[in-house]
T-cell receptor, first 113, second 111 residues
C-alpha cells in the first residue's frame, strides 16, 4: 500500500533555531516528492520538488533532501522565524502525470519567541 | 500567478441540506481535485477530474458527487449533508507534470 509517514507529528522550537522534519515513503512507482507549507486556515503552498535524481534542493531558508534508496526525505529549516509556524506536508507523486498524489499527515511546527 | 478560488471560506449548513462547494481556476489546468482535511487524518481525496465532464472517485467519495461542466470550474456537491461531513474542504488544480495549486479552503460546519 502506498504510504507517506511524517515525523515528528508536532514540533516546538525557539525563534532563530534550526529544525529538521522527516518524511518516509513507500510509494511505487515514484515520480517526485514535494514539500508543502500550509498556514493555519489556508491551502497548502509548494515549497520544493525533488525528483528521483536529485539529492538536495534549497528554497531560501528551506533545504530539502532526498535519499531514493532508503525512501526518505527531510526538510531542514534554518534560522527559524515566527512566520515559519505552519503545517508542513510531504506529498509523493505515484505517477508521471502527478494525478496520483499520496499525502503525509503533516508536521505542525510552532516557532516561539 | 495561478489562482484557485473557492466560493466560500466558511459555511454553516443544516443536516439534510444539499450543499454546493464551488472551485474556479484561471490557468487552464486539465486536472482538478477535491480533498477534505481532518485533524490527524491529513488530506484525503474525494474526487478528481482530468477533463470536462470526466470524473474519477478518490478514496472517500461516499456522500459526495461532483460536476465539471466547464474546464475552469469544479463543483463538489453534498447531496444530503451530515454532521460527519463537517471538515475543511480543499480544491486543487494542476497541469500534468507540474505542482498542484490549492484554493484557500472552505471550512464547512454541518449542524
Amino acid at each position: 500500500k502506498n504510504q507517506v509517514e511524517q515525523s515528528p507529528q508536532s514540533l516546538i522550537i525557539l525563534e532563530g533555531k534550526n529544525c529538521t522534519l522527516q518524511c518516509n515513503y513507500t510509494v511505487s512507482p515514484f515520480s517526485n516528492l514535494r514539500w508543502y507549507k500550509q498556514d493555519t486556515g489556508r491551502g497548502p503552498v509548494s515549497l520544493t520538488i525533488m525528483t528521483f535524481s536529485e539529492n538536495t534542493k534549497s528554497n531560501g531558508r528551506y533545504t530539502a533532501t532526498l535519499d531514493a534508496d532508503t525512501k526518505q526525505s527531510s526538510l531542514h529549516i534554518t534560522a527559524s522565524q515566527l512566520s515559519d509556524s505552519a503545517s508542513y506536508i510531504c506529498v509523493v507523486s505515484a505517477n508521471q502525470a502527478g494525478t496520483a498524489l499520496i499525502f503525509g499527515k503533516g508536521t505542525t511546527l510552532s516557532v516561539s519567541s | 500567478d495561478v489562482k484557485v478560488t473557492q466560493s466560500s471560506r466558511y459555511l454553516v449548513k443544516r443536516t439534510g441540506e444539499k450543499v454546493f462547494l464551488e472551485c474556479v481556476q484561471d490557468m487552464d489546468h486539465e486536472n482538478m481535485f477535491w480533498y477534505r482535511q481532518d485533524p490527524g487524518l491529513g488530506l484525503r481525496l474525494i474526487y478528481f477530474s482530468y477533463d470536462v465532464k470526466m470524473k474519477e472517485k478518490g478514496d472517500i467519495p461516499e456522500g459526495y458527487s461532483v460536476s465539471r461542466e466547464k474546464k475552469e470550474r469544479f463543483s463538489l456537491i453534498l447531496e444530503s449533508a451530515s454532521t460527519n461531513q463537517t471538515s475543511m474542504y480543499l480544491c486543487a488544480s494542476k497541469r500534468q507534470y507540474t505542482e498542484a495549486f490549492f484554493g484557500q479552503g472552505t471550512r464547512l460546519t454541518v449542524v
